[in-house]
């Protein structure tokens, strides 16, 4: 029996990868466009309006980077703070009783 593909799943798929191709096609042309710029103009002026020009973009790009940042860093915590447990947990050993030392009753 063949598998076929559900046609909103493949729909949003296909939405995806335009969104993607957008943007990076957008991110691409901006920045061939500075660095024409920069290399045919040499005035400070033209530094001065590139920068900021390019603000925005540089924290867009913080944004978006720090927020999944963020979450990755707390999972990382997490798992640690669990395996931390779970060591604790499972490796119980009698306060001030070592192997080899007889149990005093």
Not at 58 to 71: E, K, Q, R
Not at 86 to 100: C, D, K, S, T, Y
Request: glycine share 6%; aromatic share 14%; net charge neutral.
């Amino acid at each position: 029996m063949a598998c076929y593909e559900d046609p909103a799943e493949a729909e949003g798929s296909a939405g995806r990868a335009a969104m993607w191709t957008y943007i990076w096609v957008m991110v691409g042309f901006k920045v061939v466009t500075a660095i024409f710029l920069l290399w045919y103009t040499h005035t400070f002026m033209t530094w001065a309006v590139l920068i900021a020009l390019h603000i925005p973009w540089i924290a867009a790009a913080v944004v978006l980077g720090a927020v999944p940042g963020a979450f990755y860093w707390r999972m990382v915590r997490v798992r640690a703070r669990r395996a931390e447990l779970i060591r604790q947990e499972f490796n119980v050993a009698p306060p001030g009783q070592e192997l080899g030392e007889p149990v005093k009753v």
